[in-house]
């Protein structure tokens, strides 16, 4: 089957436009996180999904990032009015439920990168 | 916040030789899991430990867990040049029943032919 899917690949944009990244699970994956890698660092948690809500969206950085899934499936992030201090590597993963015992698995991430 | 810390950052051998990595953590923990990330992308999953176990193997990899001093290790046996990548400790914490995961800052292992 299918892993978890990103798009884009890569994102260029200029300070202050909006972009959407999209996430497309494991089919059947009823959770669902986004993480956040700048340059040489590790991950850090932005928000996760359990069905459609999101019950922990204690990692996003202000008020110009936001979430939502539909469908108990796709999700898509998105930035407002972003900034270059946004640019990094947007990564999704999905479990079959949400609790601690089940693996992540990661799509390959979005490169965004603000000019 | 990062809660985990890996040493070292950065790690140089020869193929065929160990190579071993640690991580500390701050907090309670009810599992501490690593991954593998090649070339600055995805993900890969590569062992979960429970908070009650104290060592785990999966083929060349083995994992150890020191609740008590809040810290793993990961090694790796006779390395091999696609070994070569990104290696990242993750922890669920325990005041938080869900999967979500605090990553530590990443060893970056080179392994030479």
């Known amino acids: 089957g299918a892993g978890v899917s990103q798009s884009p690949s890569n994102k260029v944009t200029e300070k202050g436009k909006d972009v959407e990244l999209r996430c497309d699970p494991i089919s059947g994956h009823t959770a669902l996180y986004w993480y956040r890698q700048r340059l040489g660092q590790g991950l850090e948690f932005l928000i996760y999904?359990?069905?459609?809500?999101?019950?922990?969206k204690s990692g996003l950085p202000s008020d110009r990032f936001s979430a939502e899934r539909t469908g108990e499936s796709v999700s898509t992030l998105t930035i407002q009015r972003t900034q270059q201090e946004d640019s990094a590597v947007y990564l999704c993963?999905?479990?079959?439920?949400?609790?601690?015992?089940?693996?992540?698995?990661f799509g390959p991430g979005t490169r965004l990168l603000v000019l | 916040s990062q809660q985990g810390e890996e040493d070292p950052q950065a790690l140089s051998i020869q193929e065929g030789e160990n190579a071993t990595m640690n991580c500390s953590y701050k907090t309670s923990i009810n599992n501490l899991q690593w991954y593998r990330q090649n070339s600055g992308r995805g993900l890969v999953h590569l062992i979960l430990i429970r908070s009650n176990e104290r060592e785990k193997h999966s083929g060349r990899l083995r994992v150890t867990l020191d609740t008590s001093k809040k810290s793993s290790s990961l090694l790796i046996t006779a390395s091999r040049a696609a070994d070569t990548a990104s290696y990242f400790c993750?922890?669920?914490?325990?005041?938080?029943?869900?999967?979500?995961?605090?990553f530590g800052q990443g060893t970056t292992l080179q392994v030479k032919p």
């Open positions: 993750a922890t669920a914490a325990r005041t938080s029943n869900t999967g979500k995961l605090i």
């Open positions: 993963a999905s479990s079959l439920t949400s609790t601690y015992l089940e693996t992540q698995y």
């Open positions: 999904f359990q069905g459609n809500s999101a019950p922990d």
